[in-house]
């Protein structure tokens, strides 16, 4: 992971902190305001603060594979001429090297 994948992941995770303690904040701020706040859960607080964490976090990795996929083109990888061609085909000229192998000499040994 280079610097900017781990700067853009740390600018990830703390938007999905701050939207997970804002809606946690004004769950709370709407559970005492509430007429029905005696049957509110105070884990329903928590539980909408996460949601919303999650969901922020899912919508800026989202918007990053989108931005991934329309600037992938410009930096996909062009093949390079190749400079060393003239010794590539030197190399596949050149017949493989045997070693004679003495068939009565390995037979004993077995």
Not at 34 to 47: F, G, K, M
């Amino acid at each position: 992971m280079n610097r900017w994948q781990r700067l853009w992941l740390s600018v990830k995770l703390i938007a999905a902190v701050a939207a997970c303690v804002a809606a946690g904040v004004q769950a709370f701020f709407y559970m005492m305001d509430s007429s029905d706040a005696s049957r509110i859960h105070p884990l329903s607080i928590l539980v909408a603060g996460l949601i919303f964490g999650f969901v922020t976090f899912g919508l800026l990795t989202s918007i990053e594979r989108g931005i991934r996929r329309l600037l992938a083109p410009l930096f996909t990888a062009k093949p390079q001429p190749q400079a060393h061609a003239d010794t590539d085909s030197e190399l596949a000229a050149q017949p493989p090297l045997m070693l004679s192998v003495d068939e009565p000499a390995q037979q004993k040994s077995l």
